[in-house]
């Protein structure tokens, strides 16, 4: 009897510790196998790792865009990381590297042809294009290819930011339509005959110092401007003109009449100055040919304009000259023409 009585007490004490049991075996990560539920990984896009979310895919061939993960020891932090996007990323995100290699490399390799002649590179009229991209940006940079990038947009070109052979053409095609228009010949009432002293020879005949009169008008303050500029640091009497020993911005050559353009082509039909083109706007009494320099006034050897393109007095005219009405000859650094404002 109390043996029974024993084993009915175990037994009620076993079915009385089941539920604890089963509580204990249920509690998360107590087993192997036990199911915790955990946070979902984020789906991994095809074609990439996590590891490599750092990355960005290529823009063009040789080139990467701006990684947000790590990079090598020691490299440099775009500029862009450390705030607002740069030009280039913002105007033409695709154009980054490769337009800046491209244009670093055809600013002195790019083959062209003009007045019958063939010609390599365009650094020779780097003030020029900055003026016509309105940009200061060196031509090796994203900034200067964002700034062609505009420009070719503007002009109905494919806007890759390089500066090729149809950019090229396109931009040297703009600056010739915008040139002096008119061919019409001067009468004797419309000519003013400039003082000697305003000339870069002033022994120079007094028939070749003849200007067309509302051009001297606008040349005149186009030199009192410059002599007013304290950076171009020129040579200046008391009263402010420009002093007559200062040889920057003086008229090197103004009217030529056809006479005396075909008594040059008799006299020495080889010599150069002899082959000036038979519509030349000199004939108008409206383009003037001013010294900026180089160790000839009026030679287009390409080291000599490399010289004229350089001096102050021609980067002055460049940013300048148009507010007084006259618009430059791209391939002759010397020549200016009025076609008014």
Not at 298 to 309: C, E, G, I
């Amino acid at each position: 009897m109390l043996r029974r009585k024993k084993k009915a007490y175990v037994l009620f004490a076993l079915f009385a510790a089941l539920p604890l049991v089963a509580a204990v075996f249920a509690l998360p990560g107590s087993g192997d196998d036990a199911t915790v539920p955990r946070p979902q990984a984020s789906p991994t896009p095809a074609g990439t790792s996590r590891a490599g979310d750092a990355k960005k895919q290529d823009v063009g061939a040789d080139s990467a865009a701006k990684t947000d993960g790590a990079r090598p020891p020691g490299a440099a932090v775009p500029a862009d990381d450390a705030g607002a996007p740069s030009p280039a990323s913002t105007d033409a995100p695709s154009l980054a590297a490769p337009a800046a290699r491209q244009n670093a490399a055809l600013r002195h390799s790019l083959v062209w042809a003009f007045g019958g002649k063939q010609h390599r590179g365009w650094s020779l009229y780097e003030p020029l294009i900055a003026r016509t991209l309105e940009t200061e940006a060196a031509p090796d940079s994203d900034d200067f290819a964002a700034a062609i990038s505009r420009w070719q947009r503007a002009a109905g070109l494919l806007p890759t930011g390089v500066l090729d052979h149809e950019t090229w053409m396109q931009m040297v095609a703009t600056w010739q339509s915008r040139r002096l228009g008119s061919s019409a010949y001067p009468t004797s009432d419309q000519l003013v005959t400039v003082p000697a002293s305003e000339f870069h020879d002033p022994a120079r005949a007094a028939d070749l110092r003849q200007v067309e009169r509302e051009t001297y008008a606008a040349y005149r303050r186009m030199l009192a401007a410059a002599a007013a500029d304290p950076s171009l640091n020129l040579k200046l009497k008391p009263t402010g003109e420009l002093d007559d020993s200062e040889q920057f911005f003086k008229i090197i050559s103004a009217f030529r009449s056809k006479e005396y353009q075909e008594r040059l082509r008799r006299l020495d039909p080889a010599a150069g100055r002899a082959g000036l083109a038979r519509r030349s706007p000199h004939f108008t009494g409206r383009a003037l040919d001013l010294y900026v320099g180089g160790y000839d006034p009026v030679s287009t050897k390409d080291d000599n304009r490399a010289l004229q393109t350089q001096t102050p007095a021609y980067r002055w005219l460049v940013r300048h000259s148009e507010r007084f009405g006259f618009r430059p000859y791209f391939f002759e650094p010397w020549h200016y023409e009025y076609v008014g404002r």
